[in-house]
T-cell receptor, first 112, second 112 residues
Framework: AAGVIQSPRHLIKEKRETATLKCYPI?????VYWYQQGPGQDPQFLIS???????DKGSIPDRFSAQQFSDYHSELNMSSLELGDSALYFC???????????FGPGTRLLVL | SQQGEEDPQALSIQEGENATMNCSYK?????LQWYRQNSGRGLVHLIL?????REKHSGRLRVTLDTSKKSSSLLITASRAADTASYFC????????????FGKGTTLSVSS
């Protein structure tokens, strides 16, 4: 079965650079979520989209923005990167709001 | 954590033994889900229990939910070395939101 695809899987950036993470949800899933997981931490919700509109917002810094496109893929744009942004970034998708979320393998971002 | 605590933080057992992990949460919920995460990898959905359910089974997994105590437990019976992972409970916050709020997780180590 098709799973959530995230790219790139690994990313190394310098402080103050920008990064773009991509997420391709499972086909026919209409909701996409982004989570950040710092080392040894639990995942923290950043933002979600339902039918290409932002539906929920969590602890997403103002330096970050995201959108969902007409083909339902989503991109998380991160600017002015800080050392503390080093983390695993997960995308998840679901077919119905509030139901099971299916997670991608994550993008490991390292900011030097 | 935005949600609460998981207990214990770490658990080491032998193959064949049962493992019980507990989770507490702070707010009213729509449903509660358990996820497994192998070291540094993606989150895998295990089981979902709705707020009007008290117990649910899936293979070697048994989940209970006590909404009056705002707590849940995950029991893994006859554990295997392959069960070694971190286990997180996550709640869907309220009726309007769809984000998962994760607990801090229990790290389970099963030795053969």
């Amino acid at each position: 079965a098709a799973g959530v695809i995230q790219s790139p899987r690994h990313l190394i950036k310098e402080k103050r650079e920008t990064a773009t993470l991509k997420c391709y949800p499972i086909p026919r899933h209409d909701t996409v979520y982004w989570y950040q997981q710092g080392p040894g931490q639990d995942p923290q919700f950043l933002i979600s989209f339902y039918e290409k509109m932002q539906s929920d917002k969590g602890s997403i810094p103002d330096r970050f923005s995201a959108q969902q496109f007409s083909d339902y893929h989503s991109e998380l744009n991160m600017s002015s990167l800080e050392l503390g942004d080093s983390a695993l970034y997960f995308c998840a998708s679901s077919p119905t709001r509030g139901e099971t979320q299916y997670f991608g393998p994550g993008t490991r971002l390292l900011v030097l | 954590s935005q949600q609460g605590e998981e207990d214990p933080q770490a658990l080491s057992i032998q193959e064949g033994e049962n493992a019980t992990m507990n989770c507490s949460y702070k707010t009213s919920i729509n449903n509660l889900q358990w996820y497994r995460q192998n070291s540094g990898r993606g989150l895998v959905h295990l089981i979902l229990i709705r707020s009007n359910e008290r117990e649910k089974h899936s293979g070697r997994l048994r989940v209970t939910l006590d909404t009056s105590k705002k707590s849940s437990s995950l029991l893994i019976t006859a554990s295997r070395a392959a069960d070694t992972a971190s286990y997180f409970c996550a709640t869907v916050r309220g009726q309007a939101g769809t984000a998962l709020i994760f607990g801090k997780g229990t790290t389970l180590s099963v030795s053969s």
